[in-house]
């Protein structure tokens, strides 16, 4: 299995194929408050231009399940990504509602616990791969900060065989590569890192990014 690559907080068509012909496998829109937020109306008129292969996920914070299954369905994602302590029902009820091949991901921040956090997370069978970010005081994601990716390294990267786990949090393309090497992940995920501003991707920036982490994932 190759690298999973995604490339979030897209506002635009022009972004959001950008990431596509540079080869990501998903791209990410954000439906929370954010520089980078936008409506389901919106990705409707972005996703059928869009590779039937790439992954269209919609990035949610404390969203009830009407909320998500009305933006799913209007948008056209292929999954979700879950930025709150969601109850286990709610990702239950996503895949019984969507199917199993609709991909949902789970956000952990890393601090202290965060090993014993995601054990209870894969208690869960609806949970595909856990989404690993930092935190700030004000942001829940899309901080531009990266965590203790060598403390990381020793406790929740561990496992090889353990769940699938996505980097995220203050990659770019000068330190991706440093970030797959030590973390090993099975996915990398960057929003800030290839934006030229707030919700404008730097095409230069998103293909660096993309390249060089296929060079490393490899």
């Given at each position: ?18 990431a ?46 009407e ?36 991909h ?18 894969l ?12 935190r700030?005081?004000?942001a829940v ?6 965590f ?10 561990q ?36 934006e030229a ?22």
């Amino acid at each position: 299995m190759s690298l999973w690559i995604k490339i979030c907080g897209n506002t635009s068509l022009a972004d959001a194929l950008l990431a596509a012909d540079a080869g990501a496998d998903a791209v990410g829109f954000v439906f929370a408050p954010s520089p980078r937020r936008v409506t389901a109306e919106q990705v409707a008129a972005i996703v059928p231009h869009l590779p039937a292969e790439l992954e269209k996920v919609g990035v949610f914070v404390d969203a009830a399940f009407e909320e998500i299954e009305s933006t799913v369905v209007t948008s056209g994602l292929t999954g979700v990504q879950l930025h709150f302590n969601a109850s286990p029902a709610l990702a239950s009820r996503l895949r019984q509602h969507f199917g199993s091949q609709f991909h949902i991901l789970r956000v952990l921040h890393f601090e202290p616990g965060a090993a014993e956090a995601a054990s209870d997370i894969l208690k869960h069978p609806s949970i595909d791969a856990i989404l690993v970010d930092s935190r700030t005081a004000s942001a829940v994601g899309g901080t531009g900060r990266s965590f203790d990716w060598l403390a990381a390294s020793m406790t929740l990267f561990q496992n090889p065989k353990g769940p699938k786990l996505v980097a995220a949090g203050g990659l770019n393309p000068e330190n991706v590569a440093q970030a797959i090497a030590t973390l090993r992940p099975w996915g990398v995920d960057v929003v800030s890192g290839v934006e030229a501003a707030p919700g404008r991707k730097d095409p230069e920036k998103v293909r660096a990014f993309i390249a060089r982490s296929r060079k490393v994932g490899a």
